[in-house]
């Protein structure tokens, strides 16, 4: 029971030291607990132990290590149904294989990933996995449609309550953003960003500012945002707002006791140095950070290092010293570039491409039912009377089209009454129109509440309403009608016109074979006006 207490605390302790970045301690924690879940026969847990293993040993520079953990532990875990440790296994070999510019392996287990998080139906899982197949597509060179699937996997963690999955995917964006505006940082002189670089660069500006929202309390976090603003302000030119960032990331990598984070601060500082002028600086800050970096496991840092010196010494006019640094940074590049081609030539893009279009066609749906759905909310309003909530003369119309035949044939049973409440101009020039339309919802009210359920209620215009009796004979119709006539003329209306009654008028006519909507209103129509003759509040019909 105590091994079995321990096993628990190593792995929330795993996920503790993710978070901070202790990524030394991070490994020595997992590797121990792989080792007692192993010896207690206990397999979900040693995968799990296995996952966060490789994670703590990709974050602090040992892709390879990371990638043989993660594959090692990969076919327990799809043998156990572990899908969700699966996944977490193939983001961690995805990017792992991404550092070592394997393109060709990575992308089979970040398509794989991706689609067993859709199919678990969970947003954080997909915002992860879409962010690994970005960092594919990166490597091979195509960044705008990276740049596409890191804003895929913004939305889907925007829909995750997972605060992790959040920050990922939007410092993942900005990231790529900022490397989209720097594409030419490796070349001498001042960086000179085109106008489209110059948009991606202030979007990446933009996108951190979400991140940070995010990164507070978590120095580890700060830190990458500190990074990709320096990165971004330089480029942009705009060099006090770099050194600020620039002393908030020495000033986190301080307070994070993390070699490898100062050493990016003494990076950025000496990148700072160049861009205002000071190269001389810069070339003495670079040469003292040489043991710092060779002792760093981030190739990636490394050849920042490389890439600073040629731009500094060349800037300097030390073009021995620039040559040195070219000659070593042109053997990386071509390091890269091979690996990249490589990969390309093995790769069918038309994969991720299709993937991509997926996403869209995905997105394209939820706009289309979105606008269906507002489409039916504006057609079921525009047959509605604003008024009193009733159909109005539009939806009167199309019930009629609906139930009348076309042409010689038999008539669905129904019969029409036209109803006018009597003398309402009286009303409103003596009790104002807000009264007028009350009277008005209490008809409707009335009218409504004295039918039955499948009957039609309809405000046409003004003071005159219709109601369709579905299956009654002329005679049970005339009924119905004297019944709603009675229930108007014996309501209590002394609440709005005191000392006056409401009453209504009221024609009805019988559906006939070849009858029009336009006939069969006519006639109503023609009964209603001898109901007034006759002295109103009445019924006529036939």
């Not at 509440?449 to 005339?478: H, N, T, Y």
Request: a negative charge; charged letters at 25%.
């Amino acid at each position: 029971m105590e091994r079995m207490d321990q096993l628990l605390t190593d792995l929330q302790d795993c996920e503790a030291a993710s978070l901070v970045g202790a990524h030394d301690a991070g490994v020595e924690i997992a590797a121990r607990a792989l080792q007692t879940a192993r010896d207690c026969g206990l397999l979900p847990e040693a995968a799990l132990a296995a996952a966060w293993l490789a994670e703590h040993q990709l974050r602090r520079g040992e892709s390879e290590k990371a990638a043989e953990s993660a594959r090692a532990a990969l076919a327990e875990a799809d043998a156990l149904e572990l899908h969700q440790v699966g996944i977490k296994l193939r983001n961690t070999l995805t990017r792992a294989w991404c550092q070592l510019g394997r393109a060709d392996e990575a992308l089979p287990e970040a398509m794989w990933a991706l689609g067993r998080a859709r199919s678990l139906g969970a947003p954080g899982l997909v915002s992860r996995s879409l962010s690994s197949l970005a960092g594919v597509v990166e490597l091979l060179g195509d960044h705008p449609h990276a740049v596409t699937l890191l804003h895929k996997a913004d939305e889907e963690a925007q829909r995750d309550s997972d605060k992790v999955a959040q920050f990922s995917a939007v410092v993942n964006l900005a990231g790529a953003l900022c490397r989209s505006g720097r594409t030419l940082a490796h070349l001498p002189g001042p960086l000179a960003p085109t106008e489209a670089q110059a948009a991606d660069l202030r979007e990446a500006l933009a996108v951190v500012q979400r991140a940070k929202a995010l990164a507070q309390g978590h120095v580890r976090w700060e830190m990458v945002c500190a990074e990709i603003e320096c990165l971004s302000l330089e480029a942009l030119g705009r060099l006090a707002e770099m050194r600020a960032a620039v002393d908030r990331h020495r000033a986190l990598a301080i307070q994070a006791k993390a070699p490898d984070a100062r050493a990016e601060s003494e990076l950025l500082h000496a990148d700072w140095l160049l861009a205002s002028g000071r190269a001389l600086e810069a070339c003495e800050a670079l040469d003292q950070q040489v043991d710092a970096v060779a002792a760093q496991r981030n190739e990636g840092c490394r050849r920042w290092w490389w890439r600073s010196r040629y731009r500094a010494f060349k800037a300097a006019g030390a073009d021995a010293q620039a040559l040195a640094a070219l000659e070593a940074m042109v053997v990386q590049v071509r390091r890269d570039r091979e690996l990249s081609l490589n990969a390309q030539a093995r790769v069918l893009l038309g994969e991720v491409r299709m993937e991509i279009a997926q996403q869209e066609l995905a997105q394209l749906r939820r706009e289309a039912q979105e606008l269906r759905e507002r489409a039916d909310v504006a057609t079921q309003t525009s047959l509605l009377d604003p008024l009193t909530g009733l159909a109005n003369r539009r939806a009167l119309d199309a019930r009629l089209r609906a139930v009348l035949p076309m042409g010689p044939g038999p008539v669905e049973g129904f019969s029409l009454a036209l109803i006018d409440i009597d003398h309402f101009k009286q009303i409103n020039d003596g009790w104002g129109h807000d009264v007028g339309d009350t009277v008005l919802c209490e008809i409707a009210l009335l009218l409504t509440g004295g039918v039955r359920g499948g009957d039609f209620v309809a405000r046409i215009g003004g003071e005159e309403f219709v109601v369709l009796l579905w299956g009654q004979a002329l005679d049970d119709a005339s009924l119905a009608c004297e019944r709603l006539r009675q229930q108007v003329q014996a309501h209590d209306w002394s609440r709005f016109v005191p000392g006056r009654q409401v009453t209504v008028s009221m024609g009805l006519a019988c559906a006939q074979p070849l009858d029009d909507a336009a006939q069969l209103l006519r006639r109503a129509d023609q009964w209603m006006y001898a109901a007034k003759r006759e002295g109103r509040n009445r019924l006529q019909g036939g």
